[in-house]
């Protein structure tokens, strides 16, 4: 998982406004920390609210990584100083954690972050950003949940657009089912073993959630990745190719799983801030 090495911005609890030079109020950028969006101690997020936002402004939903069963949204505080104040707002989530023994499972992980969802849309006015441009992104678990709800726990086309960052697609495919450390993950992510009951772990893959509506998906992988490796991305790109989905698949190929961001102190590398960049500006319009 990528690794916080410092604090993003200070927070601010007091809206700030600003005059254009037309006399008009502009709304300055803001950070709120540990917002709650449910009861459970783990269901909160950050929001980062740029500089003159506006209703009509888009909101990019952020899910940390690490093997679903541990990560923390802090963690990303580096990665997303970098698409920070470019235009869209970004909610950081933090979620309920994968344990089987106390039956927590990929649907409720999905499920907090459908809430987060909800929550978020019905603040688009306090906050001001439009409900109706939701981006959903994630790296490694965080992209698998961020695709697999993008795909299965859409029901009301609230997501627009979804971006997986070396997120695993085929919990299936022999790489996980072969690996002793993965398939320990997958079984604690699934509460079961693979050969106990294949057709659990089938409905955790989101590629088997992939349909005709899916929203336009981005997906960034990387060459030298071996824990989630980039034809996991293909995987996915070839299926939703199948069914006519707008989406891109970009390998990396120099490039492991912290996608590039060990180079460069924490921070994305250009090329994959600019591919990240690039498909919000040109999704959920």
């Known amino acids: 998982m990528f690794k916080s090495i410092g604090i993003f911005i200070s927070c601010v609890f007091i ?42 402004t888009k909101l990019l939903i952020f899910i940390h990584g690490g093997n679903w069963n541990a990560g923390d949204k802090s963690d990303y505080a580096i990665v997303l100083s970098d698409l920070h104040n470019q235009g869209f707002a970004i909610a950081n989530l933090d979620y309920r954690l994968a344990d089987a023994s106390s039956g927590i499972l990929y649907s409720d992980l999905s499920d907090d972050i459908h809430s987060a969802i909800e929550f978020l849309k019905t603040k688009s006015s306090t906050f001001i950003y439009s409900p109706d441009k939701i981006i959903i992104s994630g790296h490694s678990a965080g992209g698998h949940l961020a695709l697999y709800t993008a795909y299965a726990n859409n029901d009301d086309n609230s997501i627009k657009a979804v971006m997986s960052l070396a997120g695993p697609t085929d919990v299936t495919d022999a790489y996980f089912t072969g690996n002793p450390d993965l398939n320990a993950l ?100």
């Not at 700030?16 to 969006?37: H, M, R, W």
């Not at 060459?223 to 070839?238: E, K, M, W, Y």
């Not at 989905?245 to 590039?260: A, K």
């Open 186 to 285: 997958v079984e604690n992510l699934t509460g079961i073993a693979y050969l106990a009951d294949t057709a659990i772990w089938v409905d955790a893959s989101p590629i088997s959630h992939v349909t005709a509506a899916s929203p336009p998906t981005l997906l960034l992988y990387c060459g030298l990745d071996f824990v989630v490796p980039a034809s996991q991305g293909s995987i996915l790109n070839g299926i939703l190719d199948a069914a006519a989905v707008e989406n891109q698949f970009i390998n990396y190929p120099l490039y492991g799983h912290d996608m590039g961001t060990i180079y460069f102190g924490g921070h994305l590398p250009e090329e994959v801030k600019t591919d990240m960049l690039n498909f919000v500006q040109n999704h959920a319009n």
């Open 15 to 56: 809206l700030s406004i600003g005059c254009s030079k037309d006399g008009n109020a502009v709304l300055q950028e803001e950070t709120i920390f540990e917002v709650s969006y449910g009861a459970d101690p783990l269901q909160k997020l950050d929001i980062y609210l740029p500089e003159g936002r506006t209703e009509q």
